[in-house]
């Protein structure tokens, strides 16, 4: 596995899966010669793990995670059920805050963001909104990989949101913010 790779993150539903776009996705990505980052969940997050590592074909990239967990007593307590399977490098953190409260400078959802030189966002609640809004705050280029705004809370200001089900469409994004 090549180290200097770039890394997009990819966000979404922590319970639902959407399948079809997340495999879509994780395949592609595997392709692209990128590390995924994701939350390392179930849902979107495990989808697209799987279909990044069980891609065909030759992957260079890993399937990063920065997963949330707590200090108890002076100890790290990971948050049961993280690491999905198929996260290859899993990222421990202390910090616990997610969902509505993922802006916070207690939410993991900052390094995911940070660490990415592109954002794929696939449909998701408000966990996915606050990391569409830091993607916004720290500039980076982002796209959704979904059929509309409708598979988001309304929250989500659609005004110059560029949404996608073609995958052609998205390895043009991600060849032009990777480059």
Same mark, same amino acid.
């Given at each position: 596995?090549?180290? @200097?790779?770039?890394?997009? #993150?990819? *966000? ?9 776009? #997340? !495999?879509? +996705? ?15 969940? %179930?849902? +979107? ?7 990044? *590592? !069980?891609?065909? %074909? ?7 995670? +920065? ?14 059920? =993280?690491? @999905? ?17 993922? !802006?916070?400078?207690?939410?993991? @959802? ?5 660490? #990415? #030189?592109?954002? +794929? ?16 705050? =720290? ?8 059929? %509309? ?14 949404? !996608? ?15």
């Amino acid at each position: 596995m090549k180290r @200097n790779l770039p890394v997009v #993150a990819v *966000v979404g539903s922590g319970s639902e899966a959407h399948e079809p776009l #997340a !495999t879509e +996705v994780g395949r592609l990505l595997a392709g692209e010669g990128v590390h995924l980052c994701c939350g390392g969940g %179930g849902g +979107v997050m495990e989808a697209v793990c799987r279909a990044f *590592v !069980t891609a065909p %074909g030759s992957r260079r990239g890993l399937a990063i995670s +920065v997963l949330p967990g707590n200090i108890e007593e002076g100890r790290h307590a990971p948050r049961p059920g =993280y690491p @999905n399977p198929w996260v290859e490098l899993p990222m421990h953190s202390h910090l616990p805050l997610s969902g509505i409260t993922g !802006t916070s400078a207690m939410s993991r @959802n900052h390094l995911i963001i940070l660490s #990415a #030189a592109a954002v +794929v966002a696939l449909p998701g609640g408000a966990g996915t909104l606050s990391e569409i809004s830091l993607a916004r705050m =720290y500039g980076k280029p982002w796209i959704a990989f979904a059929e %509309g705004p409708h598979q988001f809370p309304d929250a989500l200001e659609c005004e110059g949101v560029t949404f !996608t089900t073609d995958p052609w469409e998205l390895r043009a994004f991600l060849r032009r913010a990777l480059r």
